[in-house]
């Protein structure tokens, strides 16, 4: 099976500007989750979507947000962009009821 | 909250050398416990996992046990290699009702020399 794919890779973008990701998971995956990953504050949870609802979300302003498509493919978004923003961005997705998630390789975001 | 907390890095060691990364979690109940590896530029692979009290993950000579009269998930391999430098995170599962969340640790630098 292939694995989890983003889009893009790397992006650079100016403060206030907005951005989309997208990411595509494992064949047959329905559950997305996003995490932003910066050096100082490590690993954080952005939010998860399962069948094109948002079951959970983490404690990132309003400026982020996402949706899920009915082929399980995800994109999030992040409006009037701040420098803090800048981050690898990662995607996971896993099987039903299963925790084991599986990551795509990134979209590095530098906000300039 | 739930929280992950592994030891300080960077590792650095000998190629050959034993290698421990502790890890110990605090939750509510007792979620599954993952070892992810990070090379320079990628995502996070994942490296093992166990899903319950006394489970061994072990894989690529990679090992840790689910203890949980510690709570710890302490990752070991007996003779690292150059190969194996990367960015190591321990994480945990949320169960429950909290979808699709796992908790990291910050994450240990191994660096092997040959």
């Known amino acids: 099976k292939a694995g989890v794919t983003q889009t893009p890779r790397y992006l650079i973008k100016t403060r206030g500007q907005q951005v989309t990701l997208s990411c595509s998971p494992i064949s047959g995956h329905r559950s997305v989750s996003w995490y932003q990953q910066t050096p100082g504050q490590g690993l954080q949870f952005l939010f998860e979507y399962f069948s094109e609802t948002q079951r959970n979300k983490g404690n990132f302003p309003g400026r982020f947000s996402g949706r899920q498509f009915s082929n399980s493919r995800s994109e999030m978004n992040v409006s009037t962009l701040e420098l803090g923003d800048s981050a690898l961005y990662l995607c996971?997705?896993?099987?039903?009821?299963?925790?084991?998630?599986?990551f795509g390789p990134g979209t590095r975001l530098l906000v300039l | 909250g739930d929280s992950v907390t592994q030891m300080e890095g960077p590792v650095t060691l000998s190629e050959e050398a034993f290698l421990t990364i502790n890890c110990t979690y605090t939750a509510t109940g007792y979620p599954s416990l993952f070892w992810y590896v990070q090379y320079p530029g990628e995502g996070l692979q994942l490296l093992l996992k166990a899903t319950k009290a006394d489970d061994k993950g072990s894989n690529k000579g990679f090992e840790a046990t689910y203890r949980k009269e510690t709570t710890s998930f302490h990752l070991e391999k007996g003779s690292v290699q150059v190969s194996d430098s990367a960015v190591y995170f321990c994480a945990g599962g949320a169960g429950g009702t909290s979808y699709g969340k796992l908790t990291f640790g910050q994450g240990t630098i191994l660096t092997v020399h040959p």
């Open positions: 996971a997705s896993s099987s039903d009821n299963q925790e084991t998630q599986y």
